[in-house]
C-alpha cells in the first residue's frame, strides 16, 4: 500500500487524488488535508459566484472522494496541528497543493492606506472566504482602480458593476449582495501597464463586460496599434482584442447605462495619496520598450478614487524548513519534485497561471513522479497513524461526510434562487455537521 498526504483540496489537491486513484487502483490510500472544514479550494472562494459553470468541476472532485482509498480531512492546519516532518514520517509522498493564496504586493507608497485592498481578501469577501468574511470595503466609493489587466481585474469589476437581479442564480455571500446593493459605483478604471496587445483577459470572460446590464466598457482608440497588426497574435488573444475594439465601435449604443468601465492602457500607479483613506492614484503613463516591458515615461497625471483593488497575481505562503522560491513566490522545485518524498503541484509548483483545467495534467504528471520515486511504496504507517496522532492531540477533523451534512445545511439556507449560502464562520460549519 502507498500513503501519500495531499495538503491543499483545491483542484491541483483533486486532481492529484483522481490521478493516484488511476495509477494504483487499490493499492493507494490518499488523504486530503485542508484548513478549513468545506474542500474545493479556489473552486469555493476563488472561482467568482456568477460563473456557476466552472464551480461545476466540484462534481468530479466529489466522484473522487466517494472512492474509498480517498479520505478528506479538513480543518487541520498542517504547522500547528501537524508538521510537513511528521507527514513526511508518516506517508510516503506529502504533496503540497497549498495554491497561492497571499496577494502579491503593490509596492508603492500609499499602499497601506484604508480602502486600498488586494485582490484575495476582495475575492475572499464576495466568496465567503472566513478569512475576509470582515473586510468591509468602501462601496459608497464613486470611483474605483483596479490595477492589473488580468482575469482577476475582470471578476472583481463585473461584481462590483452587477445588479442584484444579475447575481440570481449566483452563490454570492448574503453580506457581499447586500453592501453592493448599497454601492454608489459610478467608474471602475482598469490600470494595465502595458497595451491591449499584451492584456491577461481572455476571450469569454473579457465578452461578459459588453453585457452588463448598467455598465459600459470604455477603450481609447488610441491606444490600440494598427489593426493589421492583431494578425500576429495567437489566435485568444487575438479574440480578446477584438472585443476591445467592439467595446469601441458599440459605445455609442451603450451610452445610457451609467457606469463606466475604464480601461486606461500604458497606465503604471507610482503613489496612492490620501489622509488616511484613498483619495487619489498617481499614475505614470508608460510605453514599451523592445522586450514589450513597460517602462515609465515621466509624464504623470492623478486618478481620484475612493478604493484601489489591486489585482497583480499571487504567491504561496513559505512554509518553514520547504524550500521556496522568493522571486516567483512558489516552492523551489524540479517538475514538482522538492525534495526526497516532498512534492509540489498546481499554482504552489508553477506559480498563478492557466485555468482550472491546467492542474490536471499536474496532478497526473506529480503522480507519475512519485510511482516512479516510491515504486510499490508501503514503507510509512499512513492513515492509521495520523488518526492516532489526532487523537493524542484533540485534533478534531472534519470528513468528507461530515462536507456533504455542512454542504446540505448552506443548501437549506440559500436564498431564493440560489444554490447555497455558504457558511463565513468555521465555528458555524462545524457546527452544521453535528
Ligand atoms: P494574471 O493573469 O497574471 O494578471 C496579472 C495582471 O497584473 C497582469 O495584467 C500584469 O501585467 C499585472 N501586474 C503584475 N504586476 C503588476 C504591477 N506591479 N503593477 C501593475 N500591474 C501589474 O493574474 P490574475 O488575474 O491574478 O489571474 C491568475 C490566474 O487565474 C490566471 O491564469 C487567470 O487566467 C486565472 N483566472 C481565470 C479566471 C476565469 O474566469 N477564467 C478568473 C480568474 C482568474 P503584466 O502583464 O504587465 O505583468
Redesign the pocket.
Given at each position: 500500500m502507498r500513503h501519500i498526504a495531499i495538503i491543499g483540496s483545491g483542484p491541483a489537491g483533486y486532481y492529484s487524488a483522481e490521478a493516484a486513484q488511476k495509477k494504483f487502483g487499490e493499492e493507494v490510500a490518499v488523504d486530503i488535508i485542508d484548513r478549513l472544514p468545506v474542500p474545493f479550494g479556489l473552486i469555493r472562494t476563488?472561482?467568482?459566484p456568477d460563473?456557476q459553470s466552472?464551480k461545476a468541476v466540484s462534481r468530479r472532485y466529489e466522484k473522487t472522494n466517494l472512492g474509498d482509498n480517498v479520505r478528506f480531512v479538513g480543518n487541520v492546519t498542517v504547522g500547528e496541528d501537524v508538521s510537513i516532518a511528521e507527514l513526511q514520517d508518516l506517508y510516503d509522498a506529502v504533496v503540497l497543493a497549498t495554491g497561492a493564496p497571499n496577494d502579491?504586493a503593490?509596492?508603492i507608497p500609499g499602499s497601506d492606506l484604508k480602502g486600498v485592498i488586494g485582490?484575495a481578501a476582495f475575492v475572499g469577501w464576495y466568496n465567503g472566504h472566513p478569512d475576509f468574511k470582515d473586510l468591509d470595503p468602501p462601496l459608497d466609493a464613486k470611483s474605483v482602480a483596479i490595477?492589473?489587466?488580468?482575469?482577476?481585474?475582470?471578476?472583481v469589476a463585473r461584481i462590483l458593476a452587477k445588479t442584484e437581479d444579475e447575481f440570481a442564480g449566483s452563490d454570492i455571500v448574503g453580506h457581499a449582495l447586500d453592501g453592493l446593493k448599497q454601492s454608489k459605483v459610478e467608474k471602475i478604471t482598469f490600470?494595465?501597464?502595458?497595451g491591449p496587445h499584451?492584456?491577461?483577459m481572455?476571450p469569454?470572460?473579457l465578452g461578459e463586460l459588453g453585457q452588463l446590464e448598467r455598465a459600459r466598457p470604455v477603450v481609447d482608440g488610441e491606444d490600440f496599434p494598427d489593426p493589421g497588426d492583431d494578425a500576429m497574435l495567437e489566435p485568444g488573444m487575438r479574440k480578446s482584442v477584438t472585443h476591445l475594439r467592439n467595446f469601441q465601435s458599440e459605445a455609442a449604443d451603450a451610452q445610457h447605462k451609467p457606469i463606466e468601465i475604464v480601461f486606461d492602457f500604458f497606465a503604471?500607479?507610482v503613489e496612492i495619496r490620501g489622509d488616511d483613506t484613498v483619495e487619489k492614484l498617481i499614475v505614470e503613463r508608460t510605453e514599451l520598450d523592445k522586450d514589450l516591458r513597460?517602462t515609465g515615461t515621466g509624464e504623470r497625471y492623478e486618478l481620484e478614487c475612493q478604493m484601489v483593488i489591486?489585482?497583480?497575481?499571487?504567491r504561496t505562503p513559505p512554509i518553514e524548513g520547504v524550500p521556496y522560491e522568493h522571486g516567483r513566490g512558489r516552492f523551489a522545485n524540479t517538475d514538482g519534485r522538492i525534495l526526497p518524498g516532498l512534492y509540489c503541484v498546481g499554482w504552489a509548483r508553477r506559480g498563478?497561471?492557466?485555468?482550472i483545467g491546467t492542474n490536471k495534467p499536474d496532478g497526473f504528471a506529480i503522480v507519475d513522479a512519485i510511482a516512479e520515486d516510491i515504486g510499490a511504496g508501503g514503507r510509512k504507517a499512513g492513515r492509521a497513524a495520523l488518526d492516532r496522532l489526532f487523537a493524542e492531540r484533540g485534533v478534531e477533523t472534519v470528513t468528507f461526510r461530515d462536507w456533504k451534512k455542512i454542504e446540505e445545511a448552506e443548501i437549506a439556507r440559500a436564498r431564493e434562487g440560489s444554490p447555497r449560502e455558504k457558511f463565513t464562520d468555521i465555528a458555524d460549519m462545524i457546527a452544521a455537521r453535528d
Open positions: 476563488g472561482v467568482a460563473h466552472i502579491r503593490l509596492d485582490s490595477i492589473g489587466n488580468g482575469n482577476v481585474a475582470l471578476d490600470l494595465g501597464r502595458r499584451q492584456i491577461a481572455t469569454k470572460e503604471m500607479p513597460s489591486s489585482c497583480i497575481g499571487y498563478p497561471s492557466g485555468t
